[in-house]
């Protein structure tokens, strides 16, 4: 089994920047990936960035070039570093990590990010 932690956001004007963390436990040594999902109200939940073990990074479009997400080995934790926020990525952000283990995939308890003025 994976846990994993997430934490860091909250209320942020337009503009400003924001940075997750996600710490990870347990059976680390099975985890393929890590990134960051987010859901909006009256949205489906979809990828926002996503890093591999090897150090593959992967963003959706609308957030290339202003979100950034890496990794502390040691620490077992990602990160996601939120910049130039908009409106529209107000929503609840879940850490995911894809695990060689059932249930093969695991997830945060989410974090909310409210991106207004």
């Known amino acids: 089994q994976v846990q994993l932690v997430g934490s860091g956001g909250g209320l942020v004007q337009p503009g400003g920047s924001l940075r997750l963390s996600c710490a990870a436990s347990?059976?680390?040594?099975?985890?393929?990936?890590m990134g960051w999902y987010r859901q909006a109200p009256g949205k489906q939940r979809e990828l926002v960035a996503v890093?591999?073990?090897?150090?593959?990074?992967n963003y959706a479009d609308s957030v290339k070039g202003r979100f950034a997400i890496s990794r502390d080995v040691a620490k077992d934790t990602v990160y996601l570093q939120m910049n130039h926020l908009k409106p529209e990525d107000t929503a609840v952000y879940y850490c995911h990590a894809e695990s060689a283990l059932r249930p093969y995939d695991f997830w945060g308890q989410g974090t909310q990010v409210t991106v207004s003025s």
């Open positions: 890093i591999t073990g090897t150090g593959i990074t």
């Open positions: 347990g059976s680390i040594f099975s985890i393929n990936a």
